[in-house]
């Protein structure tokens, strides 16, 4: 399409909700910042193409769109932007979104077109609950099915995070209002073995707190309700119902109404009060875009179920009952126009909801004070300490004053003298380098709003593929430190590299899925998603691993800046701080007290199931990581290495490593005092796939410890003078 006028752009401010027409100095710009402006916004003047033959607002949704986010990343598209823009005259226009990330525009029946649609449909997703580790799919439940519809297609990602999403028996028409609709009726005759089983497994779902979770044009359908200090909290998802015990003490959601009160009794929520909000779209006819979705649960028991009018007492179900019990599932639909909230800024009242920005803002100063002082330590002993070091020991030219020597100098003819089982050394630096990597690319693209909530399965996906990917780097490093090492047998090395930790990590994967398969969970994985996962980790990963060791053993060995005498050098008798175990179990503490925080809410979104949207914080934490097992490795380092010890290796690997126990240990603390997960499976599935998480955080901060150290210990010895 041609495009000639200019069209107006806004930048929404990263620290306020609303949009703002000026540009602030310094403020960082995200891609989910940038919206091209509609007329009644003020709006700053930005590229010289035509926004009204495209749609009134272009957004890319970012990983973090509420109010309280902090300045992130200089927007990058701003240059894409402006290089479309940059030639003059009529030229070619094209928006481009994620994917599933784009508007889509509703009208009346009477208005609908290939551009604009009338019927909402409502997807349903997996089930799953607090209590239990195990969710199910929305089949695996006795409620209304779909008739036909077309399933949605499922990436990676959402896959191995065992997500299913269906077509419901729930149809809107927009703007058309129902009331007290019947989808269907359930009868249950608990004579009948197949209809009391199905009410069995309904009831202990219930007991459990299973949730609904469902989803409208790509946003879940939220059941918002008022909370302690007069907070509003928006669930993506809703219980199938609740439980008041024989005592007469209301589990779980019956606390929201006094109608719930039969002792040992079952309240199913089968009717729901849906209300959805649109944005019309104010230039030209292109019809509403939804803007939010938000329901009610509501238990009635129908009196008349062919006709029912959802009046009547809530629908029980007495633990004790027996005959017929006949469930009316209904539904009530209503619409209304905001015009305050824009499609590119839905998402916030969700995300808003969610655990408050400043405990992350604590958790970044309490990181920050901690890289801070050990950057203090570190620069003391590099400007001070090292420099005397380095000048003393330059000017020792006499016999006598060498015989004098002492300190780290002193080790000089051994700190490059080859580790003890230097193959496993070489292959955990191997993988770690492949997380690393992994880790940042994954967590860059999340900054920027590639793998935002909307984008479900996306950050699992980019992650996966990002891992089997760089196969290379893998092998390379592997292959380059177990030359170095004096290693000659790079057959093993590489095949070690290629499957022993991805095989420990499958190995556990796949006992765990073993145990999901028996329970009938939808997290089991499919045996042809699992093929696939092998097809990419045998035929793609094993031969860039492979691809990446031809060329490391091809180069020659590091060159270090001293040699190594053939005598290994005695070690004298250590103090209590400077052996090995103190030493390790020290370096943990300081890099885990910057993660700590931010590892309580990605447990939470992990087994609690609250959104995760706060990558740039995450980014950030994940810098101070880096920096932090650096500098607490290197201090480390060079005091042992004063106390004549260059066993550094290995030490420097475990130093850092360590936090990955502590890690298990703060893992094992929110097991018994934050989650409610009843059951052997799903204990022993969680600490399952824990144990995956510890051996992935094992090998990303012990490699890191070791190239820090590697650095340091290089550093030193090429700028002292040795005979």
Not at 257 to 277: G, Q
Not at 469 to 498: D, I
Not at 652 to 666: C, D, E, K, P, R
């Amino acid at each position: 399409m041609l495009c000639p006028s200019p069209v107006r752009f806004l930048l929404r401010d990263p620290l306020s909700s609303s949009a703002t027409g000026t540009v602030r100095r310094g403020a960082g710009l995200s891609l989910g910042d940038l919206v091209v402006s509609e007329p009644s916004l003020p709006s700053f003047p930005f590229l010289p193409f035509d926004s009204s033959a495209l749609f009134p607002e272009i957004a890319i949704m970012s990983g973090r769109l509420s109010a309280s986010s902090p300045p992130r990343w200089p927007g990058l598209l701003l240059l894409s932007l402006l290089l479309l823009g940059a030639t003059p005259g009529p030229r070619l226009c094209a928006a481009f979104y994620l994917p599933g990330l784009a508007p889509v525009n509703f009208c009346e029946e009477e208005k609908k077109s290939d551009e604009c649609k009338a019927e909402i449909e409502l997807f349903v997703n997996r089930l799953d609950s607090v209590e239990s580790v195990l969710p199910y799919e929305y089949t695996a439940f006795d409620f209304c099915q779909a008739s036909k519809g077309k399933r949605p297609s499922e990436n990676l990602g959402q896959v191995l995070f065992g997500e299913r999403i269906e077509p419901s028996p729930y149809k809107f028409t927009f703007n058309k209002e129902e009331t007290c609709k019947l989808v269907c009726t359930k009868v249950y005759h608990t004579e009948k073995a197949e209809d009391k089983q199905k009410l069995e497994f309904l009831k202990k779902s219930m007991l459990l707190n299973y949730q609904h979770h469902w989803i409208v044009d790509n946003m879940p359908v939220t059941w918002c309700y008022d909370v302690e200090d007069s907070q509003r909290f928006c669930n993506p998802g809703f219980p199938i119902g609740c439980y008041i015990t024989d005592k007469g003490r209301a589990k779980d959601a019956c606390v929201i109404s006094s109608e719930f009160h039969e002792r040992d009794t079952f309240y199913i929520f089968n009717h729901v009060d849906i209300k959805i909000y649109y944005h019309v779209v104010e230039t030209g006819s292109m019809g509403a875009r939804l803007v939010a979705a938000k329901l009610e649960p509501k238990s009635f028991k129908h009196t008349h179920i062919d006709k029912p009018d959802c009046s009547g007492p809530p629908m029980d179900i007495s633990n004790q009952a027996s005959g017929e019990i006949k469930i009316a599932y209904t539904y009530s639909v209503s619409f209304e126009e905001d015009k305050k909230i824009r499609w590119a800024s839905r998402w916030d009242y969700i995300l808003e909801s969610m655990p408050h920005t400043h405990i992350q803002w604590f958790s970044i100063m309490n990181s920050l004070v901690i890289v801070l002082f050990l950057s203090g330590m570190v620069a003391m002993i590099m400007l001070r300490t090292l420099h005397k070091d380095i000048a003393r020991y330059n000017q020792m030219d006499s016999t006598e004053d060498a015989q004098e020597e002492f300190g780290w100098k002193l080790v000089h003819g051994d700190i490059f003298r080859p580790p003890r089982k230097g193959m496993l050394l070489s292959v955990f630096l191997g993988s770690g380098t492949q997380i690393l990597i992994m880790t940042f690319v994954t967590l860059f693209f999340a900054c920027l709003g590639f793998l935002s909530p909307a984008n479900r399965g996306a950050l699992m996906t980019c992650a996966v593929v990002l891992w089997v990917l760089l196969g290379t780097p893998a092998g390379y490093v592997a292959a380059r430190f177990y030359k170095s090492f004096g290693g000659e047998k790079w057959k093993t090395n590489v095949l070690l590299t290629s499957f022993l930790c991805p095989g420990i990590v499958f190995a556990d994967f796949f006992i765990m899925n073993l145990i999901l398969w028996g329970e009938g969970s939808s997290a089991a994985i499919p045996f042809g998603t699992l093929v696939a996962i092998l097809a990419l980790w045998f035929c793609i990963s094993v031969p860039l691993t492979f691809i990446g060791a031809y060329f490391g053993f091809k180069k020659n060995a590091i060159e270090h800046p001293v040699r190594t005498n053939q005598i290994p050098r005695q070690i004298p008798e250590q103090s209590f701080y400077t052996k090995p175990l103190p030493g390790i179990i020290m370096g943990g503490i300081l890099p885990f007290g910057c993660i700590f925080i931010q590892l309580f809410f990605i447990l939470n979104s992990i087994w609690s199931h609250q959104m995760y949207y706060m990558f740039g914080f995450l980014f950030l934490v994940f810098i101070i990581l880096v920096i932090t097992c650096s500098e607490a490795t290197i201090l480390l380092c060079y005091f042992h290495l004063c106390a004549e010890d260059y066993h550094w290796q290995w030490r420097s690997f475990l130093t850092s490593g360590f936090t990955a126990v502590y890690f298990l240990i703060y893992a094992i603390h929110y097991f018994f005092s934050k989650l409610q997960i009843t059951g052997t499976a799903s204990t022993i599935l969680y600490f399952g796939y824990t144990m995956i998480m510890v051996l992935i955080f094992f090998l990303f901060t012990g490699t890191i410890g070791f190239f820090a150290c590697f650095w340091f210990v290089t550093k030193i010895y090429s700028v002292v003078k040795v005979d």
